[in-house]
């Protein structure tokens, strides 16, 4: 909580923010959690200008993106090319932070700017060679490149290789530098061995409790057919996320005769043809949507009776508290997940705010069918969710700092 506390009053001090984000439109986590998060900071300032990068092919995500933001917001897209590889995309993002730090030398001797957020050493790395510029900056590193980047070819260790030097000057040279856990924290100052942890601040997912409540309400009062359960994932499908796990975990579950059982997923990604073939070879009722808008996928995971997360273990995912748990807590759906070091980081119990299972089918089938039959543990996590959930409100945790700083 100290650190929590530390990131949220350098926002109450703060009257104009520069935010250079590599994601702010999308479905993607990282493009929600952005979004919200740079909502929350725009209500603690006096104005907010989102610098982005954005392919051609977004255009209809920016007309989406643009309704979703408080008045005080000015977004300022960059332009992307296309269909272009990782590593060329990321080699423009060292461009853009360099004509973004000049442009923005200028600005602040014009206008004062009190504050410059940036997601990742890539976009941050121009800023840091301006003492003016460096000395109001907070970067947020999401992640270890090499937690994320698994494969081994070239471009991958070039791209290891470049991120591991600029986290380092970055981290050095930042005012600030955030991370999403104490324990993500923990393992990039171990690994770049840059900055004291007294000197970083955490910044964990969070959510609009408020926006949630509002679509939990509305969507509730839709019925739906009782004879027919609904299990869900919310998503990307990519290998680790066990997908195929939860598909063979309620094949079994027919097995044993509960057979009223439909898998709905929200998401989309490579995996999807191979989830779909499992689904009909093993005869598992699904519906896949695909990727939807951020409120029409809060709209379906509210229809949950359960929503099951089966992720495998992945370096990467164990210090990131996925925003859809968070999401389903706040719309009171009952969660079934696989357990990871980031859970313990927020004191999240079995069978009180969650129910744990490992990355198999027989176990997740046999949780499901636990929390199937045992209606009074479904109503504990139905009535607990909501109540943690809160405890990630952007808005709360910034109400509950500037109350501090007037006590």
Not at 58 to 83: G, Q
Not at 99 to 122: F, M, N, P, Q, T
Not at 227 to 255: E, H, T
Request: glycine share 4%.
């Amino acid at each position: 909580m100290k650190y929590l506390r530390n990131a949220v009053i350098i926002m109450a001090k703060i009257k104009k923010i520069i935010a250079l984000v590599p994601a702010y439109f999308g479905y993607s986590g990282s493009a929600v959690n952005e979004r919200q998060f740079l909502k929350a900071l725009a209500r603690k300032c006096d104005k907010l200008y989102v610098i982005t990068p954005i392919r051609f092919s977004y255009i209809r995500i920016i007309k989406l993106s643009l309704k979703d933001k408080e008045k005080n917001m000015v977004i300022l897209p960059l332009p992307l090319p296309p269909r272009v590889t990782r590593l060329l995309t990321i080699l423009s993002f060292l461009s853009i932070s360099y004509i973004c730090a000049l442009l923005l030398l200028i600005a602040d001797k014009l206008s004062k700017i009190d504050l410059i957020y940036v997601r990742g050493s890539w976009l941050a790395i121009g800023f840091t060679m301006f003492r003016r510029l460096r000395s109001k900056l907070l970067v947020k590193i999401p992640s270890l490149i090499e937690m994320e980047l698994v494969e081994k070819t070239l471009t991958s260790q070039i791209i290891k290789w470049l991120t591991n030097i600029l986290d380092r000057a970055v981290i050095l040279k930042s005012r600030w530098t955030a991370a999403p856990t104490l324990d993500a924290t923990l393992a990039i100052e171990a690994k770049r061995k840059a900055k004291p942890l007294e000197q970083w601040v955490i910044l964990p997912p969070g959510i609009d409790y408020h926006k949630i409540t509002k679509i939990r309400k509305k969507t509730r009062k839709k019925l739906r057919k009782k004879s027919v359960l609904c299990v869900g994932f919310l998503g990307s499908l990519y290998w680790w996320q066990g997908v195929d796990i939860l598909v063979k975990a309620i094949a079994i579950l027919k097995n044993r005769g509960l057979k009223s059982i439909e898998l709905i997923i929200v998401g989309d990604g490579p995996e999807r043809r191979k989830i779909l073939q499992l689904c009909e070879k093993l005869k598992v009722l699904c519906k896949i949507y695909g990727y939807v808008p951020h409120e029409k996928a809060l709209s379906i995971l509210s229809t949950f009776d359960i929503m099951v997360v089966p992720s495998r273990k992945f370096s990467s995912k164990e210090y990131s508290l996925p925003i859809k748990i968070i999401e389903a807590w706040a719309l009171g759906v009952p969660i079934i997940a696989t357990k990871h070091k980031v859970f313990d980081t927020f004191n999240i119990k079995h069978k009180v705010h969650i129910m744990y299972c490992d990355a198999n089918p027989e176990s997740i089938a046999n949780t499901l069918e636990r929390l199937i039959r045992e209606k009074k543990l479904m109503l504990t996590l139905r009535k607990n969710g909501p109540k943690i959930a809160r405890t990630f409100d952007y808005s709360v945790i910034a109400d509950h700092v500037v109350k501090l700083l007037t006590s």
